[in-house]
């Protein structure tokens, strides 16, 4: 008796997209611009918010030595985004790092 095909059929079945209600990205999504109407992706704007300073501070305070101190600019995710219609230039949300 041996029970392990049980996993193998769930994996399948986890895979499903949620319809975004209002969950802003931190990179250009699916918009509907509330302004004009515009139908398509936004347009990013990335700023380096206080915690990617905070975590630059840290770094150096625990020692880091091997210039990953600067990483937190480089993560995206680390940033403010904000979303950007590009038809119209109106800002249409935010993206702010630590909130998902
Ligand atoms: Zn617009």
Redesign the pocket.
């Known amino acids: 008796m041996e029970i392990s095909d049980e996993k193998s059929k769930n994996s399948s079945a986890t895979l499903s997209l949620e319809p975004s209600k209002n969950k802003w990205s931190h990179k250009p999504q699916l918009i509907i611009?509330q302004?004009?109407?515009?139908k398509g992706f936004s347009k990013c704007e990335y700023d380096s918010g206080f915690i990617a300073w905070l975590v630059c501070g840290t770094c150096i305070l625990v020692g880091c030595v091997f210039g990953c101190c600067m990483c937190p600019f480089c993560i995206a995710g680390l940033k403010i985004c904000t979303h950007i219609?590009p038809?119209?230039?109106?800002v249409?949300g935010a993206h702010y790092p630590g909130k998902v």
């Open positions: 611009c302004n004009c109407d515009y219609c038809h119209c230039n109106k249409v």
